[in-house]
């Protein structure tokens, strides 16, 4: 199982100063995730395939 990671990412995963932005993000999209049955998906979310903004 994997969670969708968040994407597009607003800053640098390397930029600590942002850190809580992330975090408040994943925080609230891994609950509308599992709502939405996250959880019992068996293919690759999109997030993971090759994709560009």
Known sequence: ???PPLCPLEVS????SHAGEPIE???AQTPRWL???GLMRKRVPQALRVHTH
């Open 25 to 27: 993000r994943a925080a």
């Open 1 to 3: 199982m994997t969670v």
């Open 13 to 16: 995963p390397y930029d600590f």
């Open 35 to 37: 709502d939405l049955g």
